[in-house]
């Protein structure tokens, strides 16, 4: 195995473990955030073009995804 490869296993199998999470569940974990990100993103967007609408939908869900975070 050469020197990028080693690092590339080693930096995953770290990250892995320091979270306590299984691949599966780290994918499952970030594709979760993502697409709340993503929607967030879109609530955001819209919120923009119509600032009636959607008042404080994004700073809350910010402020979840950062509780979340902290926690782990």
Do not use: A, N, Q
């Amino acid at each position: 195995m050469d020197g990028w490869k080693r690092l590339w296993v080693l930096v995953k199998c770290t990250h892995l473990e320091f979270v306590k999470e299984t691949y599966g569940k780290h994918l499952g974990f970030t594709l979760k955030l993502s697409s709340h990100l993503l929607l967030l993103s879109l609530i955001s967007v819209i919120h923009g073009l119509i600032p009636w609408i959607f008042t404080g939908r994004v700073s809350d869900g910010v402020k979840h995804i950062g509780e979340v975070l902290s926690k782990r």
